[in-house]
Structures are given as structure tokens and as C-alpha cells.
């Protein structure tokens, strides 16, 4: 059984930073893609960042603006997302994922590629 297990959430001010850890087990990160997403109060689940599996590339988000940085720890299977300058309106649950021996090329995995997911952590961001 595949499983992904975030940690990190909290709550910070305006400009702050965290870290956000997702654990996997049951499977290889190394034979994934993964990916970051997240929802915001009262819309739609959106990506925010992946690394893909077939040529390790990394995308971002236009809203990331450099802010954020995705990495991924193949030995001990999980990945990251580091967050820096965080702003209000980056307030929401983030989830990471995986797309299992993923064959996506040249974008993220989109939801309907993803195989697991994790159960979210909440980000809170003050003004």
C-alpha cells in the first residue's frame, strides 16, 4: 500500500518561510513524478509545483514567482517544498503527490494523472 505523508503546516506572518516534508512508502520516489498542490479557501485544487520522472526537470507555478523551491530526497524517498516570502494569499491545504512510473514530459502531472495523494497540510500565512 502506497501511502505519502506531509508535515510542516503552520502558521507564520507575512514574508515568512517554511518547510514542507511529504514521507513516502510503498513505493520509489525515484520512479515517480512528484508534485505539490494546493487548495485555497473556497476554490479548486491547483498545482504548484513537480519534478518530473523522465528527465528530473522542475516547473513552478506562475503564482511561485521564485518564491518557492521543490526538491526531492531519492535515497530515503520523500521530497520537498521550501517556501520563502510567503504571503497571505498563499493561505490553504497543501497536498503532495505522485504519478507511479509517470511518462508526463514537458508540464506537471495534472490531477487525473496522479496515483496517490497525501492528506494535506494546512498552511496559515498573516498579514
Known amino acids: 500500500q502506497v501511502q505519502l505523508v506531509e508535515s510542516g503546516g503552520d502558521s507564520v506572518q507575512r514574508g515568512g518561510s517554511l518547510r514542507l516534508t511529504c514521507v513516502v512508502s510503498?513505493?520509489?520516489?525515484?520512479?515517480?513524478?512528484i508534485a505539490w498542490f494546493r487548495q485555497l479557501p473556497g476554490k479548486e485544487r491547483e498545482y504548484v509545483s513537480c519534478?518530473?520522472?523522465?528527465?528530473?526537470?522542475?516547473y513552478y507555478a506562475d503564482f511561485v514567482k521564485g518564491r518557492f523551491t521543490v526538491s526531492r530526497d531519492d535515497a530515503d524517498d520523500r521530497f520537498y517544498l521550501q517556501m520563502n516570502n510567503l504571503e497571505p494569499g498563499d493561505t490553504g491545504i497543501y497536498f503532495c503527490?505522485?504519478?507511479?512510473?509517470?511518462?508526463?514530459?514537458?508540464?506537471?502531472?495534472?490531477?487525473?494523472?496522479?496515483?496517490?495523494w497525501g492528506q494535506g497540510t494546512q498552511v496559515t500565512v498573516a498579514s
Open positions: 503527490a505522485i504519478d507511479r512510473w509517470s511518462v508526463v514530459y514537458g508540464t506537471c502531472p495534472s490531477s487525473i494523472n496522479i496515483d496517490d
Open positions: 510503498g513505493f520509489r520516489v525515484k520512479n515517480s513524478a
Open positions: 519534478i518530473l520522472r523522465r528527465d528530473e526537470k522542475t
